[in-house]
C-alpha cells in the first residue's frame, strides 16, 4: 500500500529542507501531498523561493495521512505552531498512530499538538527551549516512538533517509543512497 | 561588489540540486537569479516540484553575469544541452571569464558551448560520454579554470560550498558549514 505524507507550506520556508524531504520521499515511490498554509498560487520560502504546493492544508484528509512532516525556516515554522488547523491535523495523524515529523525550527510547531510530550528530540540549536518535550539531544536525526526530529539544512539529508527508512525500509534507503551518491547516511538517534 | 549567478530551470530540473545551489549561495549573499526556458509561470521538477522563476532566459545580460550554474534533472538537462539561448549565454559569460558549472546530467549541456573542451570534469555516472571534454574524474566535485562540475544531489551541498568557496571566499564557506549544520565540506577536486 503506497504511504501518505503531506508536507505542510507555510511563507518562509526553509527550502532545502522542504525540496530534500519531497524528492526523497517520491524517489521512494510515496505519495507525498504539499499543503499550502496560505495562498494556493505560491509559497514563498525564506530565500526567496516559490513554490507552488499541491493543494491547500483545508482539503487534507487525516484520515489517509501516514506522517506529517515539517520543514523548518523562520517564519514558516512559527505559522506552523500557531496555525489551528496545523495542530488538528497533528493531533488527529498522531491519534491514529501515524508519524509527526519536524526539521530545524519546526519541531517547536509539534509541541501545541502535544505529541512531542516526554519525547526525546532534537532541532536547531536554540530552539528547544520553545516547546514542550522530554530530554533534548544534540543529535542529527532523533526518533522516538512516531515523533523524529532534525535539525538543519545540513542534516536534511540524513533526516529525509530516516523517513524512507520508517516508511519503505531499509533496502529503499540503500538504494537512494547509492543512485543519489549520497556519501553517508549516519544512522538515527533511536531513543 | 555583489556577484551575479544565474540559475537556468527547464522543466525536469532536478529539484535538490536546483535549490540547494540557490538557497546556499543566497545565504552568502550572491545575488542569484533564476531564469525559466520556459512558461513564466511555473516550471516543473523531476520530482513533480513547481517552481515559479523569477524571470525568463530571454531577459538575462549576459554582461552582468559571474557565473552561470546548471541543475541536472532529466529531460531538463536534455533542454539546457539544446535550447540555443542557453549556449549563447554560456558562450558570453565564458568570453568574459565568468563561470560556468553544472552538477548531475548537467555537465553535457556545457559541451555544445565549448567551454568543457580539454577540462578535467566529472557527472553523473553515465553521461560522460555525452559532451566533449578533457579527463573524466570519479570525484564529487571537479574544479579546472573556470569549469565546476559535480556529480549528483548527493553531491549537491559540497557543490554549492565550492560556487561560494570561489564567489565569496573559504571564511564564508566555513560561516555557512557551521550555521547549516553541515557535516562535511570535502574539499573539491582542483584540476
Known sequence: ?????????????????????????????????????GSPEATRGAHG????????IDT?????VHMVVLPGGMPGAATLTEDPRMQELLKA???RGGWTCAICAAPMALGPSGVTAGKSVTSYPGFG?????????DERVVVDGSVITSRSPGTAMEFALTLVDKLCGPEVVGELV??????RAAPAYEA
Chains 1, 2 share one sequence.
Not at 11 to 22: K, L, Y
Not at 49 to 56: M, S
Not at 60 to 64: L, P, S, T, V
Open 93 to 95: 495523524v498522531a491519534a
Open 129 to 137: 527551549d520553545r516547546f514542550d518535550h522530554g530530554p533534548y539531544l
Open 1 to 37: 500500500m503506497t504511504k501518505k505524507v503531506v508536507v505542510p507550506l507555510a511563507d518562509g520556508f526553509e527550502e532545502i529542507e522542504a525540496v530534500t524531504i519531497i524528492d526523497v520521499l517520491r524517489r521512494a515511490g510515496v505519495d507525498v501531498v504539499t499543503a499550502g498554509l
Open 178 to 183: 547509492a543512485s543519489m551518491l549520497v556519501d
Open 49 to 56: 523561493i516559490d513554490v507552488v504546493p499541491d493543494t491547500t
Open 60 to 64: 487534507i484528509d487525516a484520515g489517509a
